[in-house]
């Protein structure tokens, strides 16, 4: 009996022990699939979601790697970037992107199909940090229709000496012709053409020769003569009368010149879709104003958005979404897309686009003739340097002078200046 006692002990504690075996087994983690990777592209670029978005969808099909797009002003990025729901890719207009947050991208296929390198963004150390997107230029416009019927052709300028002959000559037949050579060079406060874009050319020569790439806290002017001269053509062979020139804004500019009264305007890319309704024939070509050398250089150009990966993300979505942004320069339906969205992209599979403007700076880009970068972008604190530049402009154009141009130099250096310090930077 005692042995038959021992034995069905003996059995109940195996029983036992089989059954803690099981639930053990039973209680341990499944083993888990790594997470799929997955691409949340931020755009700050207003009215591009609906374009983002149905090319997310093409990818997702393509590929089963699940694409959102979201939508924040620059002003928010810093702070999405650093939640919890952080984009792994994301836009930045030109001088608000957060270097932290940029994936050095040197050695990457995305950076391997740029046409060229002149408007990427570098980390301090030297490393590639973001991609040109979204490209703006400007210059000057041409009806040349207009031009034709003056007696001249497009190839007839090719520096500032002949701009300048070719201009004169059509002003002094101004009434006869119907048209001016210049539209008026609107000078309201609200008008910023001139003393950003216009002042951009001196600037961009300096810094070129210095090898400035970053904002200096001071300039020296060496160029700014030039700035007299080109804007002085654009006073003398003009309709309006300089006194009055703070009362024309950028509007009546272009309206004149889409209404065939100029054969020149200074303007941009951006206005493609406004000037291609009224100007048939139209061309653009370099602001010349006498720097030597000038000649070689391309049209003012450069980024208006840049585009980075979030070095903050996990290696797998980093991996997938520099493979998303690929697709998107690579694709022979998705370039076509984002050509047509940004009307201009510096990539080697971007179709040639109708807008004669940007056409016409990335084929000297493909020549070799480098753009006239945006200079006035370094000025520190740019928007309130800018007003005051523009005010002494319009007062130089009420009394031209050396006097009055003298302030116009001071207020370009010296405000630089100004501005730098009144920033905390000196």
């Known amino acids: 009996m005692k042995k038959l006692t021992a034995i069905l002990l003996i059995l109940a504690l195996c029983l036992c022990a089989c059954g803690k075996g ?61 939640g919890p729901e952080a984009p792994t890719a994301f836009t930045a207009a030109a001088g608000q992107l957060p270097l932290d947050y940029a994936l050095p991208l040197d050695g990457s296929k995305l950076a391997g199909e740029l046409l060229t390198q002149e408007f990427t963004i570098f980390h301090p150390d030297g490393t590639l940090a973001a991609l040109p997107l979204e490209l703006g230029v ?29 201009a004169e000559d059509i002003q002094s037949r101004s009434v006869a012709l119907g048209f001016d050579a210049f539209t008026a060079a609107g000078l309201s406060p609200s008008s910023l053409r001139f ?7 001196p600037l961009y020569y300096e810094f070129r020769e210095a090898g400035i790439t970053e904002t200096p806290p001071a300039i020296t002017g060496k160029y700014l003569d030039h700035l007299r001269s080109i804007f002085d053509l654009y006073l003398a062979n003009a309709p309006a009368d300089p006194r009055f020139l703070s009362g024309i804004d950028d509007e009546e500019s272009r309206i004149a010149f889409t209404s065939s009264l100029a054969v020149f305007y200074q303007g941009g890319s951006w206005e493609y879709a406004e000037l ?8 653009v070509i370099p602001i010349y104003c006498g720097i030597p050398g000038e000649e070689q ?6 980024a208006l958005h840049h585009w980075a990966v979030n070095a903050q993300a996990s ?5 997938a979404s520099l493979d998303f942004l690929y697709y998107l320069v690579t ?14 992209i510096c990539y080697r599979s971007a179709p040639i686009h109708p807008n004669p403007i940007l056409a016409a700076a990335l084929e000297q880009l493909a020549q070799g003739r480098p753009s006239v970068t945006w200079a006035y972008r370094l000025a520190p604190n740019p928007a309130q340097w800018r007003r005051t530049v523009v005010t002494a402009l319009t007062a130089y154009a009420e009394d031209p002078s ?9 207020t370009i250096v010296d405000g630089w200046a100004y501005e730098y310090r009144l920033a905390g930077n000196d």
């Open 297 to 302: 250089s391309g049209l003012c150009m450069d």
């Open 402 to 410: 050396d006097k009055t141009w003298a302030i116009v130099t001071d």
């Open 331 to 344: 694709d022979r339906q998705a370039i076509a897309v984002m050509a047509d969205l940004f009307g201009g």
């Open 22 to 82: 099981d639930d053990s087994q039973a209680s341990s983690p499944a083993p888990q699939e790594p997470d799929t990777p997955s691409v949340r592209f931020l755009t700050t670029i207003p009215g591009t979601e609906k374009s983002f978005r149905s090319l997310a969808k093409a990818y997702t099909e393509q590929t089963g790697i699940p694409v959102e797009i979201i939508f924040a002003g620059d002003d928010d990025l810093p702070q999405l970037l650093a």
């Open 195 to 201: 003393s950003g874009e216009l002042v951009s050319l």
């Open 315 to 319: 290696p797998e979505d980093q991996a």
């Open 138 to 166: 400007y210059g000057i416009l041409v009806n040349v229709t207009l031009l034709r019927q003056a007696g001249y052709r497009l190839e007839d300028i090719h520096s500032f000496e002949t701009l300048k002959t070719v």
């Open 276 to 283: 291609s309704r009224a100007v048939e024939e139209l061309a």
